[in-house]
């Protein structure tokens, strides 16, 4: 039989067992091992290559002999090795809403003090911060002549802050509700997408919902519906809805002393006297009930408290810092760890018993034979001479140790994250050695 027929007969039989087959001398090319990810099956990977023991005699054309076999597998492969949970630096986007009407005028000072305090509170904490105001005073009135939109630039930002200055009152109730909805509004132009928003309303009178109406007419508005949709709207669009929180701080009738300045505070839905009615606290506790229904109640925001547990009233850093810093504060993220399964060991077994081995691998062996896009590693003589004939059940064993791409730019080749080893089961048919 002439040679080349004989060797399309033997290639055959590898491909009949779903093994491929190729010249010893030809590990080019199509023949090069390619790896996906995951690892596929045994099949896809791997390589066999016979070696042909030739001899001539008399002129004559010997039967080829297949005594040798090299076997060729993965060196390395990219994939995700593992995770890791970190804390990074929470972006977060925070709006002040603030009232700034005359009857604010005992307060502002405190107030002003408070928001300035917190927000260096917040950038000695390390959080990537962006902050802004609306300030506002009755509905009819603009806001936006009062706003500053949300930005890094804090030496703006406290330089606007200490600007303000409390002025006009056309009626009690002041546009607290408009306000909160304006600075959610402005999030949808203005945020960073992936940043957590918060907005902090600080109000001494509850009321208008933005109505144009509402010189003409300065009834208190109950409705705290448009601010709850307006949110729960904006919040339904954010990767999560407990990115998104919204706090307050008003005064408490039972709390605070019942003056012209306060007045408003005391007011019910129709404008009367009722320290018992629909007070500031009640309508914001309203909103917090409607707003985001599928995020726990703890995680939606709530008053700004004291130390005893009260509504803070007026607004002071403590109050702020005590209260916000550890809502906002840095959130542990779980991420990927990208890295390498890297072979370290290579053996040869036969019923059991091993037959050939590849002792001398090692990480960077491995590593350098990925970089260099050939990724293949071999076992040269995988079957002893003189063994038995015919068809041979053999596995090959591969021990693998995953490791990160942090280590493996490091050098640390062996610092295994996780390890696993594989086996692979393979057929060969040997003929009878040369004599």
């Not at 030809?26 to 896809?44: F, H, I, Q, W, Y």
């Not at 919204?246 to 605070?256: E, M, S």
């Amino acid at each position: 039989m002439h040679k080349s027929n004989r060797l399309a007969m033997v290639l055959g039989v590898f491909a009949a067992t779903g093994i491929v087959a190729c010249n010893a001398t030809g590990l080019k090319g199509s023949n090069r091992v390619v790896m996906t990810e995951p690892l596929p099956s045994a099949k896809d990977y791997t390589l066999i290559a016979m070696g042909m023991d030739e001899a001539l005699d008399g002129g004559q054309v010997q039967m080829a002999t297949i005594d040798r076999l090299k076997i060729v597998f993965q060196a390395a492969d990219r994939r995700i090795v593992g995770t890791d949970t970190s804390v990074v630096r929470q972006a977060v986007d925070l709006y002040f809403a603030l009232d700034t009407t005359a009857s604010m005028t005992e307060e502002m000072q405190a107030v002003k003090g408070g928001i300035t305090d917190l927000v260096s509170a917040l950038r000695r904490s390390g959080l990537d911060l962006n902050v802004g105001l609306v300030g506002f005073v009755d509905s009819f009135a603009s806001v936006d002549a009062r706003t500053f939109r949300l930005s890094n630039n804090f030496t703006g930002f406290k330089s606007f802050v200490s600007s303000i200055q409390p002025q006009g009152n056309d009626d009690y109730p002041e546009a607290a509700i408009y306000g909160a909805r304006r600075a959610v509004q402005l999030f949808k132009s203005g945020s960073r997408q992936g940043a957590f928003k918060a907005i902090v309303l600080i109000t001494d009178v509850v009321g208008h919902n933005g109505s144009q109406d509402a010189g003409g007419n300065p009834q208190r508005d109950c409705s705290v519906l448009a601010l709850a949709n307006e949110i729960n709207s904006y919040a339904a669009g954010l990767p999560r809805p407990d990115d998104f929180k919204f706090f307050y701080t008003v005064p408490d009738p039972k709390r605070v002393t019942f003056n012209n300045e306060n007045y408003g505070a005391f007011l019910n839905c129709q404008s009367k006297e009722d320290p018992n009615g629909y007070t500031a606290v009640r309508q914001m506790e309203d909103v917090i009930s409607q707003i985001l229904p599928a995020v726990n109640v703890a995680q939606r925001g709530g008053a700004l408290r004291d130390g005893a547990g009260n509504v803070a009233w007026p607004l002071t850093q403590n109050n702020l810092v005590s209260t916000l810093v550890p809502m906002l504060q840095d959130n542990p993220v779980v991420k990927d760890v990208l890295g390498s399964c890297v072979a370290n060991r290579a053996e040869i077994f036969e019923n059991g018993a091993r037959i050939s081995s590849l002792d001398s691998i090692t990480g960077a062996v491995a590593l350098k034979s990925l970089e260099s896009g050939d990724n293949t590693l071999n076992v040269s003589d995988a079957i002893p001479r003189g063994g038995p004939t015919g068809t041979r059940k053999l596995e090959l064993i591969v021990d693998r140790c995953c490791v990160s791409a942090e280590d493996l730019r490091a050098g640390r080749v062996d610092t295994c994250r996780s390890s696993f080893r594989q086996t692979i089961p393979f057929i060969v048919e040997v003929t009878a050695p040369k004599a």
